[in-house]
């Protein structure tokens, strides 16, 4: 009983960071750190991308299509890598 009771208090309080604006976990693709160190912010560069592999999903590409092309136009991760369908799928997640 009590590692439920734990596990629900550790999700409450997660889901209230984020309701907040808070950093939970790694920061997502299309957001940076604030200055404040706690919130996150919109990264204007990566929401420019995240609205592109929106597009092409709308468009009807695959994944992996949206991975192909988002390197055929020279956009890279936030690390600086090319673009995997792992990586366009986690985006599309977190937007």
């Not at 996150?40 to 590409?61: F, H, M, T, V």
């Not at 991975?67 to 673009?83: V, Y």
């Amino acid at each position: 009983w009590e590692r439920e009771a734990i596990g629900e208090r550790t999700r409450d309080a997660m889901h209230h960071k984020r309701a907040k604006g808070e950093r939970v976990g790694t920061v997502p693709f299309g957001f940076g750190m604030a200055a404040d160190g706690l919130h996150l912010e919109a990264d204007p560069a990566e929401q420019g991308i995240l609205s592109r592999i929106r597009e092409l999903k709308a468009a009807g590409y695959t994944i992996r299509r949206i991975a192909d092309e988002l390197n055929r136009q020279g956009f890279t991760t936030g690390r600086g890598t090319a673009w995997r369908f792992q990586y366009v799928a986690e985006a599309l997640r977190a937007a």
